[in-house]
């Protein structure tokens, strides 16, 4: 009998010491991609998100802070086909911008734990979050030889095509004397609507040859380097008139 007393004594203070922990809620973490043109993309577990470097990256853990407990979160990022991270952060919200191609796996590990005893621990990774998935293009970069600055919609503006994961660029046009007549950097690459126009000063020059050099390096590690000549054509149309 006194030994049963002693039992339940010690279970009496064992409760008193560790209450019973309420398990804490499972997190909502997110991502949020937001590109260079500013268009923005929200990513739950599982989802991937396809698009070219660079892009700005938010990672919210999005969990509550439980009387009792402390929290704790961790952010590994992995390159797809690789076994360690080869960056780990430690925020609950953490802003990060990518510049290289490939595929990253981004995996959410949040673990409550608790304050009064260190047994009682609420981990939540792998099993309930699936990995976030970015995968970026390879770079790629082309330059025109020739356009029409007539007005028709078409065409009206030099510039590059085709660029993907570009993460620096600059480019210039020249007269054949060698004066600049215009440049611009990555914000205004890859647009039809942007671009050299086919003025100086605000004044048509004329139709003829001119010189653009184009230096830029992809998310990839490729640079580009272009030297070439442009045709400035006036009075043409794309039936071919």
Same mark, same amino acid.
């Given at each position: ?11 009496? !203070?064992? &409760?008193?010491?560790?209450?019973? @922990?309420?398990?804490? #809620?499972?997190?909502?973490?997110? +991502?949020?991609? =937001? ?19 660079? !892009?700005? &990256?938010?990672?919210?853990?999005? @969990?509550?802070?439980? #009387?009792?407990?402390?929290?704790? +979160?961790?952010? =590994? ?31 959410? #590990? ?132």
């Amino acid at each position: 009998m006194k030994r049963y007393l002693l039992l339940l004594f010690a279970l009496f !203070i064992t &409760l008193s010491v560790y209450p019973q @922990a309420v398990q804490p #809620e499972i997190p909502e973490p997110t +991502v949020s991609v =937001t590109e260079s043109d500013g268009l923005t993309t929200e990513l739950a577990p599982g989802d991937e998100f396809s698009g070219e470097a660079p !892009i700005k &990256l938010k990672l919210s853990a999005n @969990a509550e802070e439980v #009387e009792g407990f402390s929290l704790v +979160v961790v952010w =590994t990022f992995t390159k797809e086909g690789e076994t360690e991270p080869y960056l780990t952060r430690h925020d609950a919200e953490v802003e990060i911008d990518v510049k290289t191609s490939g595929a990253i796996i981004i995996q959410p #590990e949040i673990t409550y734990t608790s304050l009064e005893n260190s047994d009682v621990v609420w981990p939540y990774g792998a099993e309930e979050f699936e990995p976030f998935r970015i995968i970026l293009a390879e770079s790629s970069l082309e330059v025109p030889n020739a356009f029409s600055p007539n007005g028709d919609g078409i065409n009206d503006y030099f510039n590059v095509y085709n660029a993907k994961s570009i993460v620096s660029f600059h480019a210039a046009i020249f007269n054949r004397w060698g004066q600049q007549l215009y440049s611009w950097g990555l914000d205004g690459i890859d647009s039809k609507e942007n671009g050299w126009d086919g003025t100086y000063n605000g004044k048509p020059v004329k139709a003829g040859v001119y010189y653009v050099v184009v230096k830029a390096k992809g998310a990839d590690g490729i640079e580009y380097e272009f030297r070439r000549d442009v045709n400035l054509l006036r009075g043409y149309d794309e039936s071919g008139n």
